[in-house]
């Protein structure tokens, strides 16, 4: 004779769950917002001994949200080497939900830095973009003065049901 089996369930419910829609006054949309690194190029050696150049990126978002890619270590370029990668690499990302016809505006700073061991790590190029929600994609390029580093990176903001 079979056994039969029953699973035991678990408690999945948040606090203060509801599941009621909002009022009809107060529609909202959600979007996702995402800055992601496309390419990183280089035709100098920021190195003391001219090896290769550890770059990073920090991102200041919103209020107290601050991200750094990659979270440990650095992208290592030689000069005249260019980054690439088949998956874009996520430099930031955030959910916003906005009322429906609130104009809402995100200002995010991006800042790309070269790691020295000898030396305080150096800001090479910094720049601050001001995100409209919606907002159609657009690729940035972020480079320093003297345009010898490029970063290509993508915006966007797009609406989501999550």
Not at 95 to 107: G, H, L, S, Y
Request: overall charge positive.
């Amino acid at each position: 004779m079979p056994r039969r089996y029953y699973a035991k369930s678990k408690k999945t419910y948040a606090k203060d769950q509801t599941f009621e829609q909002d009022q009809v006054g107060e529609e909202k949309e959600r979007y996702l917002i995402s800055i992601e690194l496309m390419s990183l190029k280089t035709l100098k050696d920021y190195d003391i001994f001219g090896w290769r150049g550890e770059f990073y990126f920090k991102v200041d978002g919103p209020k107290t949200i601050k991200a750094r890619w990659p979270d440990k270590g650095t992208i290592k370029l030689q000069r005249n080497q260019e980054f690439t990668s088949k998956a874009d690499m996520s430099l930031w990302s955030q959910f916003k939900t906005v009322r429906v016809d609130e104009p809402a505006i995100e200002r995010i700073k991006v800042i790309l830095r070269e790691r020295d061991h000898m030396k305080r790590n150096e800001t090479i190029a910094e720049q601050e973009f001001e995100i409209k929600l919606p907002s159609k994609t657009q690729y940035v390029i972020l480079q320093d003065k003297k345009e010898n580093t490029k970063a290509k990176l993508r915006i966007q903001a797009t609406r989501t049901r999550y």
